[in-house]
């Protein structure tokens, strides 16, 4: 343990107070950045939901193409679009971050694994970047530290 926390020596030590002011950002500006984007992407589902729920309520459900399957879009309808916003705000921070990690290891490993990898490679980075961010959770610029609780 006391390896992990040993940090190297600075080649130019002139920057030590910019590392020092500029680090604790890096966590909130991967959250941020990598939140925003799956809330995005959560957005394209939630402008689904209308069609799907006349559907269901008509009776007319097998008529929708596969990606307009109801559960699949409501599950994740919220994941990405809730758990997007949380995670760039930092509350829930864990708990979503983690969400988002199974849901793109499912995605990438049975939509996008058999067509190679410049199919998966972008849904795989992003899964191994919300895993990270899981590990870390909020960081020191987030509502999870602002309200003093962490999942």
């Known amino acids: 343990m006391a390896m992990a926390d040993r940090q190297p020596k600075l080649l130019l030590p002139v920057l030590e107070p910019f590392y020092n002011r500029t680090i604790p950002l890096s966590a ?28 269901i309520t008509a009776g007319t459900v097998a008529a929708l193409p596969a990606q307009f399957s109801p559960t699949q879009n409501i ?15 930092g509350l829930f921070t864990r708990f979503f971050a983690a969400a988002a990690a199974i849901e793109l290891a499912i995605i990438t490993f049975t939509v996008f694994w058999p067509h190679g990898y410049h199919a998966f490679e972008y849904t795989l980075w992003w899964g ?13 610029y987030s509502l999870d530290r602002a309200i003093g609780r962490e999942l």
Do not use: Q, T, Y
Not at 31 to 44: C, K, P, V, Y
Not at 46 to 55: F, G, M, T, Y
Not at 75 to 89: D, K, P, R
């Open 128 to 140: 191994v970047a919300m895993f990270v961010i899981a590990l870390r959770g909020g960081g020191p």
């Open 75 to 89: 599950v994740l309808s919220f994941f990405e679009f809730v758990g997007g916003i949380c995670i760039a705000l």
């Open 28 to 55: 909130a500006i991967l959250r941020i950045g990598f939140g925003i984007d799956l809330a995005i992407h959560g957005w394209e589902k939630v402008e689904r939901l209308p069609r799907i729920i006349d559907a």
